[in-house]
């Protein structure tokens, strides 16, 4: 799946397998067409005149105090996008990648979606990041473990593209990465998780909720105008249903917006079923209108969904200090 590589490769009448040579070499960490070395010095000469080895290239780079690096893309055509690689123990690492350059979908406490619209990316653009991230992180000793489909954009708007990048990063003979430590994040865009039921691979499935009832929802993402709380849900449970997986719901905690206890007790109402896991959020301000929840208030809100049994999560914000954390350095690439 080397778009662009594979159409120049096929008018020029050449064999199938020198596109595998040339996936093998990106996979080894060949940077430059001169690395290619199993190909003929002339193709790569020829090759190197009309299509890049990757189609998107490190621009900037920030890393944080607790090794997050995020890093600024460029896409062949000049557009910004961002991933972001998290460090955990043990030497694993999660990549958080993006599926579109920018993103439509407006959510107000986004920094990405103040920048409106952008396109969809390929999915060799959004594989590339990933082979780009697994490279460094072997150059560091350490492995990349995860992926989770949270950078710029909505991945379920981008599914042909998304769902081609997620077959050949699980693939054996690609990053080989499992299914369940690969996630999909959706700001809740029904068509695409209806997709995503009926696509092969059972990945994770986690949806930004943010908000226990409509009228706080649509203030906050303006996508539940046209798929409210209920109908997003209702398409999660089939997700879990056909996957046997929880569906991870994603969790803001924002000041006096959406932190009160008749919010967690609302939210817990409806996710009592057992088919989701509820991660709360520390929220990483970006210089909008709002804050994260004080400590107290975060506690409070996490022990009455703890008493209704839901037994939530904590997501700290990483990389908070360098601009790593989730929006910013696009937003200050501006
Ligand atoms: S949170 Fe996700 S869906 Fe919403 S604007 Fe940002 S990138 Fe788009």
Known sequence: MSDQVASVLKSWGEPAYRLKQVDDARRSGAREWDEVTTLPKALRTRLAEVVPLWTVAPDAMAESRDGTIKWRLRTADGLAIESVLIKHARGRRTLCVSSQAGCALGCRFCATGTMGPGRDLTAREIADQAYLAADSARGAEARLSNIVFMGMGEPLQ??????DAIREIHAPDGLGISARSIAVSTAG??????ELVAFEVP???ALSLHAADDDTRSALMPINNRWPIANVLAACRRYADRTGRRVFIEYLLLDGVNDNVSDARRLASQLRDGRFHVNLIEYNATGGDYRGSPPDRARRFAEELQEAGLHPSFRRSR???SAAACGQLAAKAR
Do not use: H, K, Q
């Not at 981008?158 to 769902?163: L, R």
């Not at 865009?189 to 209806?194: A, K, L, M, N, Y």
């Open 203 to 205: 990945v994770r499935l």
């Open 319 to 321: 990389g908070a200090d």
């Open 189 to 194: 865009w029904v068509p695409g998780i209806e």
């Open 158 to 163: 981008n599914t042909s593209a998304v769902f």
